[in-house]
């Protein structure tokens, strides 16, 4: 049932003209009247359909389409084809009643005024947001609150930190409480700590009001920390659309360990003796690491008790494959039978 999905999107598709100039002079007159052009698409044939209370990575390369299709959803670009359903409303047709729906963070351009103090920026979205003073005075202080901006309310933002504007920018944001959130890179650049309290305060508004979230971010963290459903986009193209978990134990049954030895090792020693792995070198003096392949079925705690016994071992480290890892497998490789 369409009512159910926050984002129901099909055949999505955009596609960009990308002129070329013919070279001399009468090239150059020629272009005054035809121009050479070829087609580009940026985003081919995309479904995506997202349930209200939702937290959804969007993620993929430079250049995948992600940010022409958070453009599209947001009614800032038309798509070329394809049907956009946000909320049961056309983005592009019900501009006016759509935008009061929405929230939108780019990490890389402001929605607040730079030489006015913040809250005089909350105060004049909130006019365009038409939202009642009783109701902006109780859910700003909530906002304002759990961000920890109360203290730079009276500055502008030119004199802020990229940290503390942000989490101004997901203040503002929220304004008026919007059903559906869209995040663009909302934690580029920023350092740690700061990240951890956008996430947690992420985490809040979608358990306490149900907020739909798409992200989308080349910092994977993010995703572990937020997302349980993962939509991974290639040349414009979903080529993964489903659970974190599903998508990382399918990448999870290589073995990796760490040794390191109290002596002097030679790699082809232990690749004669212990040879259900593949060795290698490690980015350390002694640290050599052992690869157990995919379809082996070796006890892995057999492997490790074989290799302590028979060597001096100062330290072993286990290794999981990162996310990260495994999106770059990915690309690399194609995607594997989830």
Request: net charge negative; charged share 30%.
């Amino acid at each position: 049932m369409e009512e159910q999905y926050a984002i129901n999107v099909r055949h999505l598709r955009k596609e960009f003209k990308s002129y070329s100039s013919r070279s001399g002079l009468k090239g150059a007159f020629r272009d005054l009247f035809t121009r050479n052009y070829k087609i580009l698409r940026a985003v081919d044939d995309v479904n995506l359909q997202i349930k209200q209370g939702e937290m959804v990575g969007y993620i993929g390369e430079n250049g995948a389409g992600k940010s022409t299709t958070i453009k599209m959803l947001t009614g800032i670009l038309t798509p070329t084809e394809g049907d956009i359903s946000i909320l049961g409303m056309d983005p592009h047709k019900e501009r006016e009643k759509f935008v009061r729906k929405i929230g939108v963070v780019f990490g890389q351009r402001s929605q607040l005024w730079w030489d006015i103090a913040v809250q005089e920026s909350f105060r004049l979205l909130k006019k365009v947001y038409k939202v009642p003073d009783e109701q902006f005075e109780a859910h700003m202080k909530d906002i304002i609150d759990t961000l920890e901006i109360h203290d730079l309310l009276d500055k502008p933002v030119r004199k802020l930190s990229l940290g503390q504007r942000m989490r101004c920018e997901l203040a503002a944001a929220l304004i008026h409480n919007p059903p559906l959130l869209f995040l663009d890179e909302p934690t580029i650049g920023l350092d740690v700590l700061v990240k951890v309290k956008i996430r947690e305060f992420l985490k809040r508004i979608n358990k306490e009001y149900g907020t739909t979230i798409l992200l989308t971010t080349h910092d994977l963290a993010d995703i572990e920390a937020l997302c349980d459903r993962v939509i991974l986009l290639d040349k414009g193209n979903v080529i993964y659309d489903g659970e974190l978990e599903a998508l990382q134990h399918s990448w999870l049954q290589e073995k990796r360990v760490e040794f390191t030895f109290e002596e002097e090792i030679h790699i082809g020693e232990l690749s004669t003796e212990f040879n259900e792995a593949h060795w290698e070198e490690g980015d350390k003096p002694l640290l050599l690491r052992a690869t157990i392949a995919d379809e082996s079925e070796v006890d892995l705690s057999v492997f490790v008790a074989r290799v302590i016994s028979s060597r001096a071992i100062s330290d072993v480290k286990i290794n999981k494959v990162s996310t990260e890892e495994i999106i770059r497998h990915i690309y690399e490789e194609g995607i594997r039978h989830v």
